[in-house]
């Protein structure tokens, strides 16, 4: 399950980084983000990477010029994004639309995309210089709100990196993005899907009323003491999860368990008593959480009627599962799944407009961070889809595990392995020796003969 690129020690030669600006005159104006958008928790930027192989088809074409030429004109239906974010006395956050641009950053590096290896996955070698970052630019007030950087590489493939402002965009906005950008790269005179703006029907009603009840912002006591915020060195590893291992920790389950529930529940189930494990198996007392990502695009948090074809803001809540250390250790697995779905199923429109009253009433909290695990699926935001003229990519997704200086985030991002295997690699953020713990205990859940997972977990205490 364990996968690594090779380790690798390359050149890369950079031109100076530009601005780019739309293609054509879009208009000048302040754009209010949403209440979702400008929370504090989303005030950071977020990596993402596209591995592309060489095509003998498109020989003579150059990938830096054709996504250059695309991305301005691209701009121009996703004008926003060549705008830079101003503050209101208030906190609010706005779009001022000036056309100032984006940055993007033209490199050449002297490897082939054979020599990362068969395993494609995060962390990526040199990654901080397929992707660099420019003084100035990581800001969240008047920075660009995206930093992309197309790399040639010496077989004639090359790397797609950006980095985008969380506050604003999530994963299936800035797929939308993405694939705009490709459709015209490959020709097309715009997008097969509009952008559209409509913030304000995820801003707070007037007068705010917080309807539900959100563990997933309740801050723990400031002496509370927690082993999952921040510290120096921690690392970053990437994990296979494909059909096999799915049915493994099925088989854990109860049948009326194992057959009601998604992919997506029970490996989260499985990772949150791994890592709560690895990380803090010496505090039985304590409180730990899941956050689980719901967007409102889609299942039980569907809006009705949907959000509008074309939006691309942030969408999305993190209702969360609450337990002891404890009770999630010695307890089935079943345990840890039913409160995963719970949460999960505790999404819905009116949870959304909820977090939108509280962001206004209580200042905009960020999520917990102690004692929490959060996790996001990118397997249905079709980064696998993105596609400028070279086909489909090797790899399309986050760039590492963690957000910045926030360890206790995964995404599950889509992945085919060297078996041709169709499942979904997860990178971890842990310190050296939670890491170990949890590898061994993620792969001593795939040796168990019985359901009484419960009892491994145990012994290993």
Known sequence: MFLQTSALVFKVKRNPPELIAPSKQTPHEIKLLSDIDDQNGLRYNLPLVQFFPCQPQMTGKD????????????LVFYYPFAGRLREAPNGKLMVDCNEEGVMFIEADADVTIAQFGNN??????????????????????????????????RCGGFIFAIRMNHTMCDGSGICQFLKALAEIARGATEPSILPT??????????????????????????????????????????FFFGPKQLSKIRSLLPHHLASTSTSFEILTA??????????????????VRLLC???????????????????????????????????????????????????????????????????????????????????????????????????????????MGGLGDIPGVSFYVPYTNSKGEKGRVVPICLPECAMDRFEKVLDDTFKIKDNNYSLMLMSNL
């Not at 494609?120 to 920075?143: A, E, I, K, R, T």
């Not at 948090?301 to 010695?330: D, I, R």
Request: charge should be positive; include cysteine; charged fraction near 20%.
């Open 63 to 74: 990938p830096v010029g054709v996504i250059r030429e695309a991305l301005a004109k691209t």
């Open 120 to 153: 494609l996955v995060p962390p990526f070698p040199c990654f901080d210089q397929l992707l660099y970052d420019v003084p100035g630019s990581h800001g969240m007030l008047d920075s660009p709100l995206l930093l992309l950087q197309v790399t040639r590489l």
């Open 197 to 238: 703006w409509h913030r304000n029907l995820l801003c707070a009603r007037d007068p705010p009323r917080v309807t539900c009840i959100h563990h997933e912002y309740h801050q723990l006591p400031r002496d509370h003491t927690s082993k999952t915020t921040f510290k120096p060195h921690h690392h970053h590893r990437s």
């Open 270 to 287: 499985c990772l949150w008593r791994c890592r709560t494990f690895a990380l803090m198996q010496d505090h039985p007392n304590q409180e």
């Open 293 to 399: 990502i719901v967007n409102a695009r889609f299942g039980s948090c569907k809006f009705n009627p949907s959000l509008p074809s074309g939006f691309y803001g942030n969408a999305f809540v993190f209702p969360a599962a609450v337990s002891t250390v404890g009770k999630l250790l010695g307890s089935p697995l079943g345990y840890a799944l039913e409160l995963v779905k719970k949460a999960k199923n505790e999404a819905s429109e009116e949870f959304v407009h909820s977090v939108a009253d509280l962001m206004v009433t209580k200042g905009r909290p960020c999520f917990t961070l102690s004692g929490s695990f959060m996790v996001s699926d990118l397997t249905k935001s079709g980064f696998t889809d993105v596609n400028y003229g070279w086909g489909e990519g090797l790899y399309s997704g986050v760039a």
